[in-house]
């Protein structure tokens, strides 16, 4: 294949379609609005699955990469009530299928597998445009402009590749995460940090729900879940992290002081995470030369699979176009009729109901209840 792929975005699911098809020996070249790969924290934890980002990484061709950076242990799990009783206590007995690594650290093994030169940073798309001849101009915030026969929109929920191929825009799914971090737990919250333990932990609650994850060192990441609309969340200051803890913390009365010690007792501002998604069934006619990958296509709540949703997308649509190099439009087909059934499977998956925040079903019991039945389950 010799026509150059333009890709819109350095996240995970950009950089695995670039890996591949750098594997693969087609030109490439990714534009990223960040000005380096430092220029912002990469979130936290990232479980990566054996059905689905582990596939993208083998044919990525970085198996052994992605061993040296699994933080071991992580994948132990605990459910806890909401007066701080454990319910759930799964150990990481290292048989597991979505072991654990840090997201900047993923991200970095993606970039050092690419040729110097392939992502130009600093490069913020402020819009695109169809040209004749299924060409595309891509218009950056200073001013300069690329043309291309294929273009790729890695570029995530307010994607500006995707009014290329349709309308629709993300909608606020009536639930935020507010994020804390607590760091040396283990000498500095000793409570929390044994509440935890050594994995991740849940505690969910009709309504509300707090998520921790124990990362590298003894750093806890928690994310407090709250249904609620985004008005109610605008009237909270957050310019004053002080003001922020109590009105969260507030949600949580009478919950568990172990519990609790995750929103009041972090060492960093909380940091507000409304969740956006596309519907569930979204997908577009073919346009020819153009397409998208990870959030930009199908953007959902946090459900544990948008990362490795992103690089399966980027490995697939990468496979796809060196398997078809005389005929972009069968590989771009091809792709996306299996990304649009994967996307959808994942949105509405038998029991999802109790995964809802704002559910009744959303208690610790619940949650304990339909892991005991999933590992029954042959």
Not at 152 to 166: H, Y
Not at 282 to 299: I, K, M, N, Q, S
Not at 329 to 346: D, G, K
């Amino acid at each position: 294949m010799h026509t150059p792929v333009t890709i819109i975005g350095a996240g995970l699911g950009g950089l695995t379609l670039a890996r591949v098809l750098h594997v693969h020996g087609i030109p490439v070249t990714v534009y990223e609005s960040e000005s380096s790969p430092t220029a912002r924290t990469q979130g936290g934890m990232l479980d990566i699955h054996d059905y689905n980002g582990q596939l993208a990484l083998e044919a990525a061709g970085l198996m052994d990469e992605f061993h040296a950076i699994v933080l071991e242990g992580r994948q132990a799990m605990r459910v806890l009530d909401l007066d701080g009783t454990v319910l759930f206590d799964q150990p990481d007995d290292g048989t597991g299928g979505r072991p654990e690594v840090q997201r900047a650290e993923l991200r970095q093994i993606l970039l050092d597998s690419l040729p110097a030169g392939t992502v130009h940073w600093g490069h913020k798309v402020s819009g695109t445009r169809a040209l004749s001849e299924g060409r595309y101009e891509v218009a950056f915030a200073d001013g300069g402009t690329v043309v291309t026969g294929l273009l790729v929109g890695a570029d995530g929920a307010w994607s500006r590749v995707r009014p290329l191929l349709c309308d629709a825009t993300p909608s606020y799914v009536g639930t935020s995460f507010v994020e804390t971090y607590l760091f040396d737990a283990d000498t500095r919250h000793p409570a929390a940090a044994k509440a935890v333990g050594g994995g991740s932990l849940l505690a969910p609650s009709p309504g509300k729900e707090i998520f921790a994850h124990r990362e590298s060192g003894d750093t806890l990441h928690s994310y407090i879940a709250l249904s609620k609309p985004l008005d109610w969340f605008a009237a909270v200051d957050f310019t004053d992290p002080a003001a922020v803890t109590a009105r969260i913390a507030a949600e949580f009365d009478g919950w568990a002081p172990e519990l609790t010690a995750l929103i009041t007792d972090g060492d960093t501002a909380p940091v507000l995470r409304p969740h956006y998604a596309l519907p569930a069934e979204h997908r577009w006619d073919r346009v020819p030369g153009v397409t998208l990958v990870g959030d930009a296509a199908h953007l959902a709540a946090p459900n544990g699979e948008g990362a490795n949703l992103a690089m399966l997308d980027g490995a697939e649509l990468g496979k796809a176009l060196a398997a078809h190099p005389e005929d972009i439009e069968a590989a771009l087909t091809e792709y996306e009729q299996a990304m649009f059934t994967r996307a959808a499977e994942i949105a509405t998956f038998e029991g999802a109901e109790i995964h809802r925040i704002d559910s009744e079903n959303n208690t610790a019991h619940a949650l304990v209840a339909a892991f005991t039945q999933a590992v029954q389950t042959p």
